[in-house]
């Protein structure tokens, strides 16, 4: 997968967005709800995570697992 790094950094502030917007109320189903998707979210972030450690290799002194895409307006990530 060569997008790890962007999927371990952006999916938490997809989550916490799906929480804010969808997952709204004080009922024990709606926080029954959010706490659930609170713990998926971590746990996918978790487990993509160990793909990275799983791919570093202690013996290169470069950069692993770079990763650079265009935006707009000429801005990159």
């Not at 060569?2 to 997809?14: A, E, K, Q, Y």
């Not at 804010?20 to 993509?48: E, I, S």
């Amino acid at each position: 997968m060569d997008n790890i790094l962007s999927l371990v950094t952006f999916l938490p502030l997809i989550g916490a967005a799906v929480l804010t917007v969808f997952l709204r109320g004080d009922d024990p189903a709606a926080q029954l709800n959010a706490k659930r998707l609170a713990l998926f979210v971590t746990g996918a972030t978790f487990l993509a995570s160990l793909g990275i450690l799983a791919g570093f290799d202690p013996a290169l002194s470069e950069f692993q697992r770079v990763e650079e895409a265009s935006w707009f307006a000429g801005l990159t990530f």
